[in-house]
Every structure is written in structure tokens, then in C-alpha cells.
């Protein structure tokens, strides 16, 4: 049923989103939209080496992309380009593939796990993971580039 998807963590994490807004000056951002359902996460991403320091986004999602959002925002910082990309496919194959949740400091995405039966809201749960590696990508693909380029 729906409620299994709309349950009270999820609803409690979509109306408490940290880190709400912009950054001034970040290394990249990113925009994943949904076209199924209009939902759209906009971030910003800082740096430092391999591990994010910074995070803010604009989030115009349904609950659950609200809630994926809420989660990324409240651990993001401190984590590892490698690890966010594995993050993100941990997440798509619980959706898509009956993947395990993640477990450790990701393990509130367990609440989304009930979004596997219902393919038409993974586009919107993923919206968040899609939109931060896609900014790391832009960041690792910057620092690749020669001084004189990048100018």
C-alpha cells in the first residue's frame, strides 16, 4: 500500500531537510529532475581532495525525494567520492534490484526500501544520489583539466 511508502520517518525526514538553500561559491552543481512526477533537486558541492566539505540544496520533491534529500543532507559532509557513488548504486539496487539497504551512517534509507514496489517514485528517491555524483564528476573532471583551462 502507499502508507507503506509514506510512513512516519519518511514524513518526519521530508518536513526536517537540513542544509536548505545554496552555497555561494561551490565547486560544482547539479540538477536531476523527474519527469515522471516534476520533481527536481538542485545542489552544490565543495571539496577538499577525495571528501565533500559543503553541501546545500533546493529541493522541489515529493515526500520521498524530500525524505532521500533530508538523508543525503545529514551525512553528506565527510564523505568520499567513492563512497557516494557506491551509495547511490546501493540505492538503485535496493529499488530496482531488491538490494540490501546500506547500513552504518546511511541506514535511515532503509525507510525508502518500501519505494521498491512502486517503480514510479524511484526516479524521485534517486533524485538526490543522481544530482551529487553527477557534481562530483564535474569536480574530479575540473581537477583533470590543465591550470590554463580551467581559468
Not at 538542485?42 to 524530500?66: E, N, P, R, Y
Not at 534529500?69 to 551509495?87: D, K, P, Q, Y
Not at 538503485?92 to 552504518?104: A, I, Q, T, W, Y
Not at 525508502?112 to 562530483?136: C, M
Request: hydrophobic share 40%; glycine share 6%.
Amino acid at each position: 500500500m502507499l502508507n507503506d511508502i509514506y510512513n512516519k520517518r519518511i514524513i518526519e525526514l521530508a518536513g526536517n531537510i537540513p542544509r536548505l538553500g545554496r552555497l555561494s561559491a561551490p565547486d560544482a552543481s547539479a540538477t536531476a529532475h523527474s519527469k515522471l512526477c516534476g520533481s527536481t533537486v538542485k545542489i552544490d558541492l565543495k571539496m577538499s581532495g577525495d571528501t565533500v566539505t559543503d553541501f546545500a540544496h533546493d529541493v522541489k520533491a515529493c515526500a520521498l525525494g524530500q525524505a532521500s534529500s533530508s538523508i543525503m543532507a545529514s551525512h553528506v559532509v565527510g564523505s568520499t567520492a567513492s563512497e557516494l557513488r557506491e551509495l547511490r548504486e546501493t540505492v538503485r539496487k535496493m529499488l530496482k534490484e531488491n538490494g540490501s539497504p546500506p547500513v552504518g551512517k546511511w541506514e535511515e534509507i532503509k525507510f525508502l526500501e518500501p519505494v521498491r514496489d512502486y517503480k514510479a517514485r524511484h526516479a524521485s528517491t534517486l533524485l538526490t544520489f543522481d544530482a551529487v555524483v553527477d557534481a562530483i564528476g564535474q569536480i574530479e573532471a575540473k581537477a583533470k583539466q590543465p591550470a590554463a583551462a580551467q581559468g
